[in-house]
T-cell receptor
Framework: KQEVTQIPAALSVPEGENLVLNCSFT??????LQWFRQDPGKGLTSLLL?????REQTSGRLNASLDKSSGRSTLYIAASQPGDSATYLC???????????FGDGTTLTVKP | GAGVSQSPSNKVTEKGKDVELRCDPI?????LYWYRQSLGQGLEFLIY????????KSGLPSDRFSAERTGGSVSTLTIQRTQQEDSAVYLC???????????????FGPGTRLTVL
């Protein structure tokens, strides 16, 4: 059974700082990994998707990496802004079942 | 449509009543997923559809929960004889399948907040 852990559970940084969010998983037989952000009371917004065969993806100030051998993924946010404040979730897609297993998220606060 | 839509956005019901939650996926998306998010807990998978069939129902918590999808589009999640522990946000997502593989991005709807009194 896939287990996904996100550390830290909460993070507070001053505006402008670069930061890294961590995601670890127990079963490396994944099909892809997806990072989402969730604003309070809202649904999930997709940020980046990394296929199993890929090592990283970049979109603007965001960079996500995937290391299946160590069971880890990181989301790097450059030059953080107050608008980046949200909960960030990683999800592993199970190729056999199609479902995703989510971590509990990291709640990020960027202070002006 | 432009995105995944869900209705109602909020539903308050009394214990023991049945409820129906609706999901309209992105047009053309063949895969549809239901998840729920309980207060203080993470996202929990419920069921996944490929077209109108459900290859994976493993996440449905009890036989009070059922879901169907018609015409490869709209899906309805039904909860019978609701209990207070069913209170949660129910999220729907859809994705396109490329060549029968699960490579594509899941796009989520805004969710339905269910409160069982």
């Amino acid at each position: 059974k896939q287990e996904v852990t996100q550390i830290p559970a909460a993070l507070s940084v001053p505006e402008g700082e670069n930061l890294v969010l961590n995601c670890s998983f127990t079963d490396s037989a994944i099909y892809n990994l997806q990072w989402f952000r969730q604003d309070p009371g809202k649904g999930l917004t997709s940020l980046l998707l990394i296929q199993s065969s890929q090592r990283e993806q970049t979109s603007g100030r965001l960079n996500a990496s995937l290391d299946k051998s160590s069971g880890r993924s990181t989301l790097y946010i450059a030059a953080s802004q107050p608008g980046d404040s949200a909960t960030y979730l990683c999800a592993m897609r199970d190729a056999n079942a199609g479902k995703s297993t989510f971590g509990d998220g990291t709640t990020l606060t960027v202070k002006p | 449509g432009a995105g995944v839509s869900q209705s109602p956005s909020n539903k308050v019901t009394e214990k023991g009543k049945d409820v129906e939650l609706r999901c309209d996926p992105i047009s053309g998306h063949t895969a549809l997923y239901w998840y729920r998010q309980s207060l203080g807990q993470g996202l929990e998978f419920l069921i996944y559809f490929q077209g109108n069939s459900a290859p994976d129902k493993s996440g449905l918590p009890s036989d009070r929960f059922s879901a169907e999808r018609t015409g490869g589009s709209v899906s309805t999640l039904t909860i019978q004889r609701t209990q207070q522990e069913d209170s949660a946000v129910y999220l729907c997502a859809s994705s396109a399948l490329a060549g029968g593989t699960f490579t594509d991005t899941q796009y989520f709807g805004p969710g339905t907040r269910l409160t069982v009194l």
